[in-house]
């Protein structure tokens, strides 16, 4: 996934919120949903936005789903970030 989809998925408050709460601990869909005033498809919506950024992994765990961060991702785009602080050109 490129950085443009990583920063298009983190733009949205919502799925903010849920990376903050995956940051806390590993959560099921339904542990996520029930802190949001939102129906579980558009949960589930934003659950794979996440993934697709790779922001998310999940794993299964007899009948439930657990989601959480998928640090290295976050690791590569602060290094982007950090790189647009280099070295400025000044011209007197």
Request: without cysteine; hydrophobic residues 35%.
């Given at each position: 996934?490129?950085?443009?989809?990583?920063?298009?998925?983190?733009?949205?408050?919502?799925?903010?919120?849920?990376?903050?709460?995956?940051?806390?601990?590993?959560?099921?869909?339904?542990?996520?949903?029930?802190?949001?005033?939102?129906?579980?498809?558009?949960?589930?919506?934003?659950?794979?936005?996440?993934?697709?950024?790779d922001l998310i992994t999940e794993?299964?765990?007899?009948?439930?789903?657990?989601?959480?961060?998928?640090?290295?991702?976050?690791?590569?785009?602060?290094?982007?970030?950090?790189?647009?602080?280099?070295?400025?050109?000044?011209?007197?």
């Amino acid at each position: 996934m490129g950085m443009s989809e990583t920063l298009k998925a983190i733009s949205d408050p919502v799925r903010r919120n849920i990376l903050e709460m995956l940051k806390v601990e590993k959560k099921s869909a339904g542990g996520i949903a029930e802190k949001f005033n939102l129906t579980n498809a558009t949960v589930s919506y934003h659950l794979s936005q996440l993934k697709k950024a790779d922001l998310i992994t999940e794993n299964k765990y007899k009948n439930f789903i657990f989601y959480e961060l998928n640090t290295s991702v976050f690791e590569d785009v602060l290094t982007w970030i950090y790189g647009l602080g280099g070295t400025k050109n000044e011209k007197n």
